[in-house]
């Protein structure tokens, strides 16, 4: 999958970069992984809920900041596949454990609650930290 196949199938529309919206992004990224520290004790699912949405964000945030748009009913997938597209090479790993939590995610608040573990939710932190930071910095050498 590229980029060409995302505009393709009308997953990602092109639109003006938006720094100042890809910032805003990034700072709920970053409030969202505090959140989610401060709550794995009383909430594994939510804390795990919340870091994937710092994920989410921060992929969002690169996608405002080059131009695109996510687009259709699958945005956290588009935003999943836009993320593998231009980190892919690089963040191959976390790519993957990014769309793994969107699946868990999506059990936990639709399917089933309480299947979170505290271990897997501060592994989501861990993972949401360092996604976000690489993003972050990516997103500050353009």
Same mark, same amino acid.
């Given at each position: 999958?590229n ?8 997953? +990602?529309k092109?639109?003006?970069p938006?720094a100042?919206q ?6 709920? @990224?970053?409030?969202?992984?505090? +959140? @989610? ?6 909430d ?5 809920? /919340? @870091? ?12 405002l900041?080059? *131009?695109?748009? @996510?687009? *259709? ?6 935003? +999943?596949?836009?993320?593998? /597209? ?9 790519i993957?454990?990014f769309?793994?939590?969107r ?5 936990? +608040?639709y399917?089933k609650? *309480?299947? /979170? ?6 592994h989501?932190i861990?993972?949401a930290?360092?996604?976000?930071a690489? /993003?972050?910095?990516?997103?500050k050498?353009?």
């Amino acid at each position: 999958m590229n980029l060409s196949d995302l505009l393709r199938d009308n997953r +990602v529309k092109k639109a003006a970069p938006d720094a100042k919206q890809a910032q805003e992004c990034l700072l709920a @990224a970053k409030r969202d992984i505090s +959140v @989610a520290k401060k709550i794995i004790l009383e909430d594994s699912d939510w804390a795990f809920s /919340i @870091a994937y949405n710092a994920m989410l964000q921060s992929a969002r945030a690169l996608m405002l900041y080059e *131009g695109y748009l @996510a687009t *259709g009913e699958s945005r956290h997938k588009t935003a +999943v596949d836009y993320a593998e /597209i231009k980190l892919g090479a690089k963040l191959g790993e976390k790519i993957e454990i990014f769309e793994r939590m969107r699946r868990k995610r999506h059990q936990a +608040v639709y399917e089933k609650a *309480g299947i /979170i573990s505290e271990f897997e939710a501060k592994h989501a932190i861990k993972e949401a930290e360092g996604f976000f930071a690489e /993003i972050e910095k990516k997103i500050k050498h353009k």
